[in-house]
């Protein structure tokens, strides 16, 4: 297997649900002024260091930032692969993605996905090629997806909360407040991303388990699936 980091700094933008689309950003990542962000991050950290908003956790200013939540967020940077990279299979893998997150590589809509804990990897051979690449992700806070979602079953949960349907997302629920933050729901690359390469074959969902025998010995079993990729 062969990788390439995808971590550092990243163009974000930002626009209200549907603009970007309509501007032709999945192709080209947005044209004209933008954010360096950082990848692993957060866009409250982002738009923070940019000097666009206040320290989200100081005082009362995570109240101001609610209009944050309804926003489409825009990362996008180009990247090289070499010629001997594009093997037999070549896939991209997101640690994590927080929430709901469209994925785009040269144009081309490469994946989906919409829980902040599970990393998520698709396929991307067709897609990339040897010399310059442009990846392009766009996020949102994961609100849209569970809008129209019935609240009311679950008293405790939804009547608290009121508009906000958060079990229904698959997100750190503490965003939404708790005891010990405010509501601030978090949105952005949030772990590494890589791209990587195979020849011949990729080992999948390797697992070790130990058993302790009774000379106190142990015996190490090993378990994986192989995908062959010819």
Request: glycine fraction near 8%; charged fraction near 25%; aromatic fraction near 12%.
């Amino acid at each position: 297997m062969k990788k390439i980091s995808l971590n550092g700094p990243w163009q974000l933008r930002y626009c209200q649900e549907g603009q970007g689309q309509a501007q032709d950003w999945p192709l080209n990542g947005g044209i004209g002024e933008y954010i360096t962000a950082q990848v692993p991050g957060d866009v409250h950290i982002d738009l923070t260091a940019a000097g666009i908003i206040d320290e989200p956790l100081y005082g009362q200013n995570a109240s101001t930032l609610t209009w944050m939540e309804a926003y489409d967020w825009w990362y996008s940077r180009e990247f090289d692969v070499p010629d001997d990279f594009d093997l037999d299979q070549v896939e991209l893998c997101f640690e994590g993605l927080d929430t709901d997150a469209d994925i785009w590589l040269n144009g081309q809509h490469v994946g989906k996905h919409a829980n902040m804990f599970i990393p998520y990897r698709c396929n991307v051979t067709e897609a990339v090629h040897p010399g310059r690449n442009r990846l392009v992700v766009r996020v949102d806070c994961g609100l849209r997806q569970a809008k129209d979602r019935e609240v009311k079953r679950y008293l405790g949960i939804g009547d608290k909360f009121g508009k906000y349907p958060r079990m229904w997302i698959r997100k750190a629920q503490f965003t939404f407040r708790w005891d010990h933050v405010p509501h601030l729901l978090t949105c952005g690359i949030w772990r590494p991303v890589e791209l990587q390469s195979f020849k011949e074959a990729i080992l999948r969902d390797v697992c070790l388990r130990t058993s302790l025998q009774p000379d106190g010995q142990a015996i190490v079993h090993l378990f994986f699936e192989i995908q062959n990729l010819h």
